[in-house]
């Protein structure tokens, strides 16, 4: 499978964006997919992950409450719709796909395909 994001930007602390992830290639259905994010000189962190078929999901505690994760198989796409953005979500957002949620949560070497990375700028 192949994966392309988008939907970066720049926006103020505050305000919202949604990224959006789409698939190619194998069957998107088949897969877990979730979100990263790395700033720069630090690491790529885990945000949020949705089941196959979109039934379940995690978040890491510091987006928990203002960012929802979900998925449209019928469009090959899940997105990432991120409310009340503070600075501290700078980064550059990844998306990934795994066999479940807990592969992509633990073992992020493991993971099949990689998107290219979208920027999220938030101003204070």
């Known amino acids: 499978v192949q994966l392309q994001a988008s939907g970066g930007g720049l926006v103020q602390a505050g305000g919202s964006l949604r990224l959006s992830c789409v698939a190619s290639?194998?069957?998107?259905?088949?897969?877990?997919v979730g979100w990263f994010r790395q700033a720069p000189g630090k690491e790529r962190d885990f945000v949020a992950a949705?089941?196959?078929?979109?039934?379940?999901?995690y978040y890491a505690d510091s987006v928990k409450g203002r960012f929802t994760i979900a998925r449209d198989n019928a469009k090959n796409t899940v997105y990432l719709q991120m409310n009340s953005l503070k600075p501290e979500d700078t980064a550059v957002y990844y998306c990934?796909?795994?066999?479940?949620?807990?592969?992509?949560?633990?073992?992020?070497?493991?993971?099949?395909?990689w998107g290219q990375g979208t920027q999220v700028t938030v101003s204070s």
């Open positions: 949705i089941s196959w078929g979109g039934g379940s999901t």
């Open positions: 990934a796909a795994g066999d479940t949620i807990g592969t992509i949560v633990r073992h992020i070497g493991r993971l099949d395909a």
């Open positions: 290639g194998r069957t998107f259905s088949n897969y877990a």
